[in-house]
């Protein structure tokens, strides 16, 4: 009799009858729940109020979490918002280095630098940086912070892309100086978006500086190693 009363109630589990007893989370995976909701309200408060506006009551009432539960993670403003950076840099750098590495089977690597670089220099992620640089004139500790994050960042990311350059054909002195008027250039266009937005212009501006590179690397004549024209794969 017990073995049929187990088999119905087994049945009846897997036929919805009966709701299935639910999976308890440890107390780790619970905690780093809420440490990423701490984070992705921490940087919605820079991204809408700056630095100069965050404050850690207004994080924790967007995470929906009480002040002791955000202390206990966070126990400062300057680690909070550190981390928040962080937390939202490493998004950026798996994209970056993804983009990357599909860019070395692509036709148009160039383009795809121009698109990595822009999708960091017009997003939320530069601009609270930029804001971590700025009021870091009065609050050096900040400011280090900011740069360091920055730099943790773009270095992988700028180094994945030498190395699609190189991979490509051009020369290691050229592939350093093209990434960094490159990025230099978008990085400007980005800043410049702050009090004068203007896409179609924006876009209009790389797409010929695609050009003006392609006919630089025309200029320079064919690499021994190239199956086809760099020019047309810029």
Known sequence: MMDVTFDMHTAQEHAGILP??????????????????????????????????????EVARRAGVSRGAQVHHFPSKHELVVAAMEHVFQLALAHGLELAKTAKLSKRPLEALIKDASAFYFSDYFYVA?????????DPALKDAAVQVVRNYRRPVEQAWLSVMRELGLPEAASEDLLLLTVSLVRGLG????????????????????????????STGPLPHQPEPLQERC
Request: aromatic fraction near 6%; proline fraction near 5%.
């Open 191 to 218: 800043i410049r978006a702050l009090w004068s937005p203007e896409p179609e212009r924006v876009a209009q501006l790389l797409s010929l500086w695609q050009a003006m590179v392609g006919a630089y690397i025309k």
């Open 20 to 57: 299935r007893p639910r999976v308890r989370r440890t107390q780790e995976a619970r905690s780093d729940e809420m440490k990423q909701r701490i984070l992705a309200a921490a940087f919605e408060v820079l991204k809408e109020r700056g630095i100069a506006g965050f404050t850690t009551p």
């Open 130 to 138: 930029l804001d971590m640089l700025l009021v870091g004139a009065k």
